[in-house]
């Protein structure tokens, strides 16, 4: 059974289509990025997926169960904090807690999800975390006391901490400068290699041909092109997916 099944999802906003009927499986363990030009539609699927956007029609499914069937578009705080657990997400910006050390940023959503479990449990697995990202020297560091790719790597730690069926990434490295995003790419390529799930909307094209199970071509709010990387960046048979390669 995929781990992810997407059938025909469709988001407007204000009368304009911005996904016009996406469908898609993933099994556990694999890698997908998505791939396309910008305003294609990849950072509204991923926020549909995650409940931050509420999709108008389609069905979203994570390991048989449906979270989003297009009949009920209405959910309660509690319902939709039950569906977004499916998902980590690390954004282009990382988005952690000035006032809390990277230990504190990784330790806090378990704690508040877990509120029974035993500090001393999360603790040591947010350090093990923090550790496996590289950065068991930074734990008591604040987020300005980190480089860009330091905190992105303490926001991956920090999804991974809920651990979600799937990680969701956006664009993880576009803020970066070349050589902290080869240190970010080099952990993301690592959670590949361990069979993390993970999807990933990103530019870095050659990042994406080396760790994709499945890649997808998002073109104006459809799918262009979906297969393996050989077949989507080495030979691409639609003209979008081939103009939009050939500037890379
Ligand atoms: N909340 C919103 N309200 C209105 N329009 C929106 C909203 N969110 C996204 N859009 C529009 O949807 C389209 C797709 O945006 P989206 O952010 O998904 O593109 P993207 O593929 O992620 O682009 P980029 O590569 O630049 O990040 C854009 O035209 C955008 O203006
Ligand atoms: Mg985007």
Redesign the pocket.
């Given at each position: 059974m995929p781990i992810l099944e997407v059938n025909n999802l469709k988001?407007s906003?204000?009368g304009?289509s911005?996904?016009k009927g996406i469908s898609f499986d993933m099994e556990k363990g694999q890698t997908l990025s998505i791939l396309?030009?910008?305003?294609?539609?990849?950072?509204?699927?991923?926020?549909c997926l995650n409940f931050l956007?509420m999709a108008d029609d389609g069905r979203i499914k994570v390991n048989g169960e449906t979270l989003f069937d297009g009949m009920k578009t209405s959910f309660s705080e509690n319902e939709l904090r039950d569906k977004r657990r499916h998902f980590g997400m690390v954004f282009?910006q990382f988005n952690l807690f000035p006032q809390y050390t990277a230990l504190e940023n990784v330790t806090l959503a378990p704690r508040l999800a877990n509120p029974s479990k035993d500090k001393i449990d999360i603790e040591r697995e947010s350090r093990m975390l923090l550790t496996k990202m590289g950065l068991p020297d930074k734990l008591n560091h604040y987020p300005h006391q980190l480089s860009g790719g330091q905190q992105q790597r303490v926001a991956i730690a920090r999804a991974l901490a809920l651990k979600p069926d799937i990680l969701c990434f956006?664009?993880p490295t576009s803020a970066l400068d070349p050589e902290l995003t080869g240190e970010v790419l080099k952990v993301i390529k690592e959670l590949a290699l361990q069979h993390t799930t993970m999807i990933i909307?990103t530019?870095e094209i050659p990042f994406a041909r080396d760790v994709s199970d499945q890649i997808i071509f998002?073109d104006r709010?459809v799918i262009a092109e979906k297969g393996t990387p050989s077949q989507v960046i080495d030979s691409p048979t639609n003209e979008r997916t081939q103009k939009f390669l050939a500037n890379y």
């Amino acid at each position: 059974m995929p781990i992810l099944e997407v059938n025909n999802l469709k988001k407007s906003f204000d009368g304009d289509s911005i996904l016009k009927g996406i469908s898609f499986d993933m099994e556990k363990g694999q890698t997908l990025s998505i791939l396309g030009s910008s305003g294609s539609g990849k950072t509204t699927l991923l926020r549909c997926l995650n409940f931050l956007e509420m999709a108008d029609d389609g069905r979203i499914k994570v390991n048989g169960e449906t979270l989003f069937d297009g009949m009920k578009t209405s959910f309660s705080e509690n319902e939709l904090r039950d569906k977004r657990r499916h998902f980590g997400m690390v954004f282009q910006q990382f988005n952690l807690f000035p006032q809390y050390t990277a230990l504190e940023n990784v330790t806090l959503a378990p704690r508040l999800a877990n509120p029974s479990k035993d500090k001393i449990d999360i603790e040591r697995e947010s350090r093990m975390l923090l550790t496996k990202m590289g950065l068991p020297d930074k734990l008591n560091h604040y987020p300005h006391q980190l480089s860009g790719g330091q905190q992105q790597r303490v926001a991956i730690a920090r999804a991974l901490a809920l651990k979600p069926d799937i990680l969701c990434f956006d664009e993880p490295t576009s803020a970066l400068d070349p050589e902290l995003t080869g240190e970010v790419l080099k952990v993301i390529k690592e959670l590949a290699l361990q069979h993390t799930t993970m999807i990933i909307v990103t530019h870095e094209i050659p990042f994406a041909r080396d760790v994709s199970d499945q890649i997808i071509f998002l073109d104006r709010g459809v799918i262009a092109e979906k297969g393996t990387p050989s077949q989507v960046i080495d030979s691409p048979t639609n003209e979008r997916t081939q103009k939009f390669l050939a500037n890379y």
